[in-house]
């Protein structure tokens, strides 16, 4: 679908494909839930007995449900509100690992898990294994299990990889942790609103999440479910609206977790955002951008010059499509798709510099094409023409 973008002096027409960094545009209902609050109610959420207080601590407890329900946590109280998936991978990482502690995690992680862990790695003298991907990304549970060891405390594992779309075994791999007593940590930022997640299922310790990609909120949003027995140390300490005789944080959870006012904004935003996802179904929505992310996988691979990376066509992935053009620079393509035919695509080294030494991208990076909600066949069959254009 095409979409017109205010540009300095005038408005461009754009094909956006980079929905994996952040989807756009956003369902009219989440700018419209944002307005509302703005306009209506946007005051402090759980500082105060007014009215207008009351009803934003009622859209982020609602929020809270919502989330809750998407990823099957029994008690909305263990979803904590961050500003992306990073500070709540950042709140996992920091507030589990203790000197001695030993983790786990895999060559296709983002640097949000990467370097929170190099930073414990380093400061605190945890030790830390990565568990290597064949040369399409894909990763086999059974080496995660041989990587554990007396002093394991956390695995940390993406659901699908930002750089091949590869489908990790998250399941398998939650029996392993659960078999040794293991907390696993799920980074579920290319997953969420597409594919079924049950942290009960999947035997998941904590699940971190950004509402800016297929849950459809604004940037800002994201937040992490913790399980009811796994502890952390707070990442920040301030006010958290109640218990504010105390010097420490208080013990209760959200508030222990969530110093300082939420976005309420953006939060309503994001209650908006799910509640689209909800009523178009997960299910369609996976059908529509698997469909998609195949026929954009298979047109690239039928171009010569064209080399795409990750899964083969005959197995499930996120809808993500990274590929190289032979005699160009990934950041060529991204620059040339975007200047000549109005076509958004991310390029270069996608925050996932082990992912690209394991698929061979170093050098060039890549050029990434991620499919959304609101992508048609025309987006494809452009994107397909014009790299035919570039490559021929
Ligand atoms: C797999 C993965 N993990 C973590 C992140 C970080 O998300 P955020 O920037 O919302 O913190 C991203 C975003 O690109 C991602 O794709």
């Given at each position: 679908m095409d979409f017109l973008l205010a540009d300095g002096g005038g408005w461009v027409v754009?094909?956006?494909?980079?929905?994996?960094?952040?989807?756009?545009?956003k369902p009219p209902?989440?700018?419209?839930?944002?307005e509302e609050c703005l306009r209506e109610y946007g005051a402090n959420p759980g500082r105060g007995s007014h009215a207008l207080s009351m009803k934003a601590s009622r859209v982020i407890f609602e929020a809270r449900r919502k989330v809750a329900g998407l990823f099957g946590v029994k008690n909305p109280d263990n979803v904590i509100f961050t500003q992306n998936a990073t500070e709540a991978l950042n709140l996992g990482i920091l507030g589990l690992l203790k000197p001695g502690d030993h983790a786990i995690t895999t060559m296709l992680e983002h640097n949000s898990v990467r370097r929170p862990l190099e930073y414990v790695r380093r400061e605190r003298g945890v030790e830390l294994t990565y568990v290597q991907a064949d040369e399409r990304g894909r990763l086999l549970a059974e080496s995660v299990r041989n990587a554990i060891r007396e002093n394991t405390k956390l695995i940390v594992v993406t659901h699908g990889s930002?750089?091949?779309?590869?489908?990790?075994p998250v399941g398998e791999i939650g029996a392993i942790a659960k078999e040794h007593g293991v907390v696993l940590m799920v980074d579920v930022c290319q997953t969420a609103g597409v594919y079924p997640i049950d942290v009960e299922a999947m035997n998941i310790g904590m699940l971190a999440f950004t509402g800016h990609k297929g849950l459809y909120g604004p940037q800002g949003t994201g937040g992490l479910y913790l399980h009811p027995e796994?502890?952390?140390?707070?990442?920040?300490h301030g006010g958290s609206g109640g218990y504010s005789e105390l010097l420490e944080m208080p013990k209760t959870r959200p508030d222990r977790y969530e110093a300082g006012t939420r976005n309420t904004v953006g939060i309503a935003g994001l209650l908006a955002g799910i509640s689209v996802v909800e009523s178009k179904g997960l299910d369609k929505i996976r059908e529509h951008e698997e469909t998609l992310?195949?026929?954009?996988h298979q047109g690239l691979e039928a171009i010569g010059g064209v080399t795409v990376y990750g899964p083969p066509l005959s197995e499930p992935r996120v809808p993500i499509v990274s590929f190289t053009v032979e005699g160009y620079e990934s950041h060529e393509v991204g620059f040339i798709l975007d200047r000549n035919y109005g076509i958004c695509v991310r390029s270069g080294l996608h925050c996932?510099?082990?992912?690209?030494?394991?698929?061979?991208?170093v050098e060039q990076g890549v050029v990434r094409a991620s499919v959304g909600l609101f992508n048609t066949e025309e987006d494809v069959k452009a994107l397909l023409d014009a790299v035919a254009e570039i490559a021929g």
């Open positions: 754009v094909i956006y494909l980079d929905n994996a960094a952040s989807s756009w545009p209902e989440v700018a419209a839930k944002m930002n750089l091949t779309g590869t489908l990790l796994v502890e952390l140390e707070p990442l920040m992310a195949y026929q954009l996932a510099p082990v992912a690209h030494e394991t698929i061979g991208t």
